[in-house]
């Protein structure tokens, strides 16, 4: 996937807010990504995940990945 089909993804979900966001770091942003309203769907999520593990495998510089660690 493309970041614009990505960003279309999420803004198809709802998941892509706009607006002005003070994150943790500190830093602003104008977009913040809502993910757990993306994960709500299933088959989207699987699409998204599937085309993150395919970006990570044919990236040589991420190395091989062993363990996946996510929130519950």
Request: hydrophobic content about 45%; glycine content about 6%.
């Amino acid at each position: 996937m493309t970041n614009e089909e990505v960003l279309q993804t999420f803004s198809d979900c709802g998941a892509l807010l706009t607006g002005h966001f003070l994150l943790t770091s500190g830093l602003h942003s104008s977009r913040y990504l809502q993910c757990a309203l993306v994960l709500q769907h299933p088959a989207t999520a699987e699409k998204l995940c599937t085309a993150l593990a395919n970006k990570a495998k044919s990236d040589a510089s991420i190395g091989p990945i062993d363990l996946v660690i996510a929130p519950a």
